[in-house]
């Protein structure tokens, strides 16, 4: 009878770890601070959302949006694989979007899975309806005051086009001077981010490393292999700086472990 209880014991208390490890959301803070921000956008806040991958947080993806909306966001940038190609439910996705739409200015831009699902068209013509910026390798201004910042956003390379090509088509008529935000998913390819004008670059797609041993790091992340360099986190390459969404969801791993799903929020400050 011993055994069973404790059979019982261990089988609940894994189950409530994976499931915390899987459902808390958390949020994590940084300051970008730079003279080279114009002073009008001086406390501009951007919450990063990243590889939701289909995944559901509460009734209506509510505890996402409520989550979210407590950041009083100035913008809200999609970094890619929003859903996920394995188990495609562009619905169940949509649901925050359209209340993240209400909140702020949204910008959007492909991740792998998206490609891999041959319905990008769709995507981008759905996501545009609810009044999304889609970037497809370009770039946009945003005004305050009179004063202006870029945001530009690159798709994914599985579109066959090299990110290199990609960066200069973002950037073509993006003044050297102007203040650069890029929206990317991959963060492996941080050294050619760092080669193009974005001052501050936003990435996902390496989901923290999926399984994070404490005191380590990550274990896998698609593209960079066991032990990956870039999980989470910020990381500087010449005079680009890289913010690395951990994600909210799992694609061919079912499970997070020591890695809680993450919201990214970064304050701009002018120093």
């Known amino acids: 009878m011993k055994k069973i209880v404790w059979i019982v014991v261990i089988l609940l208390g894994g189950y409530i770890f994976l499931e915390v490890n899987n459902q808390w959301l958390v949020t994590t803070e940084y300051v970008y601070e730079a003279e080279e921000i114009p002073e009008s956008f001086d406390g501009f806040r951007i919450v990063q959302v990243s590889d939701l991958h289909d995944a559901q947080?509460?009734?209506?993806?509510?505890?996402?949006?409520?989550?979210?909306?407590?950041?009083?966001?100035?913008?809200?940038?999609?970094?890619?694989?929003?859903?996920?190609s394995n188990r495609?439910?562009?619905?169940?996705?949509?649901?925050?979007?359209?209340?993240?739409?209400?909140?702020?200015?949204?910008?959007y831009v492909l991740g792998n899975h998206e490609v891999a699902t041959?319905?990008?068209?769709?995507?981008?013509?759905?996501?545009?309806?609810?009044?999304?910026?889609?970037?497809?390798?370009?770039?946009?201004?945003?005004?305050?005051?009179?004063?202006?910042?870029?945001?530009?956003?690159?798709?994914?390379?599985?579109?066959?086009?090299?990110?290199?090509?990609?960066?200069?088509?973002?950037?073509?008529?993006?003044?050297?001077?102007?203040?650069?935000?890029?929206l990317a998913h991959r963060p492996e390819m941080v050294a050619l981010y760092g080669q193009s004008e974005a001052d501050v670059v936003f990435t996902g797609h390496a989901h923290g490393g999926q399984i994070r041993i404490p005191f380590v790091g990550?274990?896998?992340?698609?593209?960079?292999?066991?032990?990956?360099?870039?999980t989470s986190g910020r990381?500087?390459?010449?005079?680009?700086?890289?913010?690395?969404?951990?994600?909210?969801?799992?694609?061919?791993?079912?499970?997070?472990?020591?890695?809680?799903?993450?919201?990214v929020v970064v304050e701009l400050r002018k120093s």
């Open 118 to 182: 041959n319905l990008v068209d769709d995507i981008y013509a759905r996501l545009e309806a609810l009044g999304v910026e889609t970037l497809k390798n370009e770039a946009v201004t945003l005004t305050r005051v009179a004063q202006t910042m870029t945001i530009a956003g690159i798709e994914d390379p599985l579109m066959n086009t090299p990110t290199e090509e990609m960066l200069v088509q973002a950037f073509h008529d993006v003044p050297d001077a102007q203040f650069s935000l890029l």
């Open 57 to 84: 947080f509460g009734s209506q993806q509510q505890r996402l949006i409520n989550k979210v909306e407590q950041q009083q966001p100035d913008a809200i940038f999609l970094t890619g694989d929003l859903i996920d």
């Open 218 to 230: 990550g274990l896998i992340a698609p593209g960079q292999g066991y032990f990956p360099q870039y």
């Open 235 to 263: 990381y500087d390459e010449g005079t680009t700086t890289m913010y690395l969404s951990r994600g909210l969801g799992n694609s061919v791993v079912p499970y997070r472990i020591f890695n809680l799903p993450e919201i």
């Open 88 to 107: 495609y439910d562009l619905e169940q996705s949509l649901q925050a979007v359209e209340a993240f739409v209400d909140m702020a200015p949204v910008y």
